[in-house]
Nanobody, 118 residues
Framework: VQLQASGGGLVQPGGSLRLSCAAS????????MGWYRQAPGKQRELVAS???????NYADSVKGRFTISGDNAKNMVYLQMNSLQPDDTAVYYC?????????????WGQGTQVTVSS
């Protein structure tokens, strides 16, 4: 299984970006999807997640600005980011939790750079 993230780039403060992440390969049931980010010198942190039942969870810092959505039929997860601020600058990683015969397994994308700067 491979995850490919895309959609990052350079945007001015107040702007928007939409990240996408596509999974390919021998995919079993997806139990959850999410996005993490890691800024220089900081630990990787959870940005948003969505469960297979559609429940969502957001970091306090992005609530009201970011929206996560998942499409299990297409094996994709999206992150719509609005009102971007310089503090949102980071490498964004997608993750999918898949059910394997031996239990759940986390698959990670390669990361996509988001830079918010004027």
């Amino acid at each position: 299984v491979q995850l490919q993230a895309s959609g990052g780039g350079l945007v001015q403060p107040g702007g928007s970006l939409r990240l996408s992440c596509a999974a390919s390969g021998n995919i079993f049931s997806i139990n959850g999807m999410g996005w993490y980010r890691q800024a220089p010198g900081k630990q990787r942190e959870l940005v948003a997640s969505v469960s297979s039942s559609g429940g969502t969870n957001y970091a306090d810092s992005v609530k009201g600005r970011f929206t996560i959505s998942g499409d299990n039929a297409k094996n994709m997860v999206y992150l719509q980011m609005n009102s971007l601020q310089p503090d949102d600058t980071a490498v964004y990683y997608c993750i999918m939790v898949m059910a394997l015969p031996g239990g759940d397994y986390d698959y990670w994308g390669q990361g996509t750079q988001v830079t918010v700067s004027s």
